[in-house]
């Protein structure tokens, strides 16, 4: 009987701070996220990209009906995935990148309700190096 009662006693302090675990938690995985990407920025530097012009070059180039899910940048280009109402118009404008060359697609498009899933690479350009 002693033992149900501390059970269940030890059971209603669990209860109690399983909010504060939760919130702790959400914490922590926030921190782990901003840690990823902060480690993420430092490999770019490292590499003697500038993650900046690059996402900034993207912004611009990509049209608005777009939307990234997925992006990769190393010291030989970058990779991107995502949705667009078409993506076949990604290469062209991609190309006509001063930065990019040898856009290409790295699987089929995938056709949505009202849009393209696509996933493309992109090498940078020979006379500009890596960026």
Do not use: C
């Amino acid at each position: 009987m002693r033992e149900r009662r501390a059970l269940s006693a030890l059971d209603a302090r669990i209860a109690r701070l399983a909010p504060e675990v939760q919130q702790a938690e959400r914490r922590l995985a926030v921190v782990e996220r901003a840690r990823r990407e902060l480690s993420t920025l430092r490999d770019f530097e490292q590499q003697g990209l500038h993650p900046l012009p690059v996402l900034r070059e993207l912004t611009d180039t990509i049209p608005g009906d777009a939307w990234l899910t997925n992006l990769s940048v190393d010291r030989n280009g970058l990779e991107l995935g995502g949705f667009a109402n078409a993506a076949s118009q990604l290469i062209p404008l991609l190309e006509a990148s001063p930065t990019l060359e040898r856009v290409e697609f790295t699987s089929p498009v995938t056709k949505g309700r009202d849009r393209e899933q696509f996933r493309l690479r992109a090498t940078w350009e020979r006379r500009g190096g890596a960026r």
